[in-house]
Nanobody
């Protein structure tokens, strides 16, 4: 049974940092896209970042480039999202997701490309 379990969310002041973790189990994620999405209150789910499991290629939404860093530890089957210079607009529930890496790179930001999802972890950034 595939499980993705997020942790690391919380309340932080604007300008602060948080690191989210996603522990994956129950599947071999070789060649997979391991990503983060978020859903802010009253808004649609949006792509945040993805890392390709095999070669470490990374992809980011424009809104987080330069502030967020995605990484993975294959030995621990864990994906991280280091978030710096957080803004109130980053307030959202953050979800870890995994799916076969799409044949076309531009599809990494599409939620429907991901087969497995975690339950989410809440991030609140106060102004």
């Amino acid at each position: 049974q595939v499980q993705l379990v997020e942790s690391g969310g919380g309340l932080v002041q604007a300008g602060g940092s948080l690191r989210l973790s996603c522990a994956a189990s129950g599947h071999t994620f070789s060649g997979y896209a391991l990503g983060w999405f978020r859903r802010a209150p009253g808004k649609e789910r949006e792509f945040v970042a993805t890392i390709r499991e095999d070669d470490g290629s990374t992809y980011y939404a424009d809104s987080v480039k330069g502030r967020f860093t995605i990484s993975r530890d294959n030995a621990k089957n864990t994906v991280y999202l280091q978030m710096k210079r957080l803004e109130p607009e980053d307030t959202a529930d953050y979800y870890c997701a995994a799916g076969p890496f799409p044949r076309r790179e531009h599809l990494v930001g599409i939620g429907a490309m991901y087969d497995y999802w975690g339950q989410g972890t809440q991030v609140i950034v106060s102004s």
